[in-house]
């Protein structure tokens, strides 16, 4: 069973470009989360996506940053018009969603670079 | 969520046991203890969680005191490879996002 998936793996952007990562959660995982981790921090919360539903996005910026998560396909998270400050790893996680418990299965991530 | 306290860092020699703390006075009945760890550059890996009884998995045994205000997490023998942040985060059985601290820096010495 393959793990959660992100690409690319490193992705370089100019200021006011447009950035988009991709995750596949594990087989049978319904549920994506998407992570940020900017240099020197921990990781922070972005948004929580079901299939075709986005169930919490309290922590995505609210400008230029969108995610989806549709019937098929991976999971998109879209920044636009790209800032020096977007630099960071960006973590995808999925889960199985057993009931009572919070598991989640992270991927490698995907290092944004802005110049 | 209840908020969780922990070392910032630690050392412990190759081989040996490697055990971490953590403090979560504030907890409420219906909240698990979950740890995870980053391995420097990689992507959080979960370890192991609990809600009222110690746990044991491949990886690791959690220790949950009686009152539940706080738990170990224990490497029986640990290895370079453990090298690593280890996150204590504690939070109800919903399918939410997870609140990272800042957690404890576990080196292993050889």
């Known amino acids: 069973n393959a793990g959660v998936m992100q690409n690319p793996r490193h992705l370089v952007r100019r200021r006011g470009q447009e950035a988009r990562l991709r995750c596949s959660p594990m087989k049978g995982h319904s549920h994506v989360y998407w992570y940020r981790q900017l240099p020197e921090e921990g990781l922070k919360f972005m948004v929580y996506l079901q299939k075709e539903n986005i169930i919490d996005e309290s922590g995505m910026p609210k400008e230029r940053f969108s995610a989806e998560f549709p019937k098929e396909g991976p999971s998109i998270l879209r920044i636009q018009q790209v800032v020096r400050g977007d630099s960071a790893a960006y973590f995808c996680?999925?889960?199985?969603?057993?009931?009572?418990?919070?598991?989640?299965?992270f991927g490698p991530g995907t290092r944004l670079t802005v110049l | 969520d209840a908020k969780t306290t922990q070392p910032t860092s630690m050392d412990c020699a190759e081989g040996r046991a490697a055990n971490l703390p953590c403090n979560h006075s504030t907890i409420s009945g219906n909240e698990y203890v979950y740890w995870y760890r980053q391995i420097h550059s990689q992507g959080p890996q979960y370890i192991i969680h609990g809600l009222k009884n110690n746990e044991t998995n491949e990886m690791a045994s959690l220790i949950i005191t009686e009152d539940r205000k706080s738990s170990t997490l224990i490497l029986p023998h640990a290895t370079l490879r453990d090298t690593a942040v280890y996150y204590c985060?504690?939070?109800?059985?919903?399918?939410?996002?997870?609140?990272f601290g800042k957690g404890t820096h576990l080196i292993i010495q050889p």
């Open positions: 996680a999925s889960s199985p969603r057993r009931q009572g418990t919070n598991e989640q299965f």
């Open positions: 985060i504690v939070r109800g059985g919903g399918a939410d996002g997870l609140t």
